[in-house]
């Protein structure tokens, strides 16, 4: 089976920076897509970034310019720098990613989630 596990949450005060990190596990033949998404209670999961194998990666409006998404393919690990962070910003991020194994296939892959909470 295929194990994400996120690190690098906590507490920050706004203008702060946090750097997350991902590592993907198990038994995977390939890794098509990695991205993060947030979630506060009440609201829709949203993407924040993603990233392909190729050098293309994705911002939401709302973090461009702030975040930086990079991959390191040869140990299937995907991170998240994010500089000037808002209270906005406060919310679950979770790492995902469109994965293909031996024995299912190509799928989605959720890690459990790091909280990070800007605050003064």
């Known amino acids: 089976q295929v194990q994400l596990v996120e690190s690098g949450g906590g507490l920050v005060q706004p203008g702060g920076s946090l750097r997350l990190s991902c590592v993907a596990s198990?038994?995977?033949?390939?890794?098509?897509?990695m991205g993060w998404f947030r979630q506060t209670p009440g609201k829709e999961r949203e993407l924040v970034a993603s990233?392909?194998?190729?050098?293309?990666?994705n911002y939401a409006d709302s973090v461009k310019g702030r975040f930086t998404i990079s991959r390191d393919n040869a140990r299937n690990t995907v991170y998240l720098q994010m500089n000037s962070l808002k209270p906005e910003d406060t919310a679950v991020y979770y790492c995902?990613?469109?994965?293909?194994?031996?024995?299912?296939?190509?799928?989605?892959?959720w890690g459990q989630g790091t909280q990070v909470t800007v605050s003064s």
């Open positions: 995902n990613g469109l994965i293909t194994t031996p024995w299912h296939g190509s799928r989605n892959y």
């Open positions: 198990g038994s995977i033949f390939s890794i098509n897509s």
């Open positions: 990233i392909t194998s190729g050098v293309n990666p």
